[in-house]
């Protein structure tokens, strides 16, 4: 079994930043810890970023330049620094990860920017 957890939500002011962590533990190996998606209200799951397992990161235009996902594999965790944030940045976060054909989700963690 697999398990995902992120945390590092909270509220913010529009400017502020937050780091938000996605764990993972279980049955582990071989399991890649992909990257993010947020959704906001009323609105469907997007996605956020990717990162591979050798550091490499891609971003959605929305957050690129502002956004960094970064990984350290020895703690099982990927995290998402998230700098000048605004208040179209709000949403619940979700880290995914893949494991073979399998992918994986955690519950999420808020994020509220104040304008």
């Known amino acids: 079994q697999v398990q995902l957890v992120e945390s590092g939500g909270g509220l913010v002011q529009a400017g502020g930043s937050l780091r938000l962590s996605c764990l993972a533990s279980?049955?582990?190996?071989?399991?890649?810890?992909e990257g993010w998606y947020r959704q906001a209200p009323g609105k469907e799951r997007e996605w956020v970023g990717t990162?591979?397992?050798?550091?490499?990161?891609n971003y959605a235009d929305a957050v690129k330049g502002r956004f960094t996902a970064s990984r350290d594999n020895a703690k099982n965790t990927v995290y998402l620094q998230m700098n000048s944030l605004k208040p179209e940045d709000t949403g619940v976060y979700y880290c995914?990860?893949?494991?073979?054909?399998?992918?994986?989700w955690g519950q999420g963690t808020q994020v509220t920017v104040s304008s």
């Open positions: 990162i591979t397992p050798g550091g490499q990161t």
């Open positions: 279980g049955s582990i190996s071989g399991l890649h810890i």
């Open positions: 995914i990860a893949r494991l073979g054909p399998r992918s994986y």
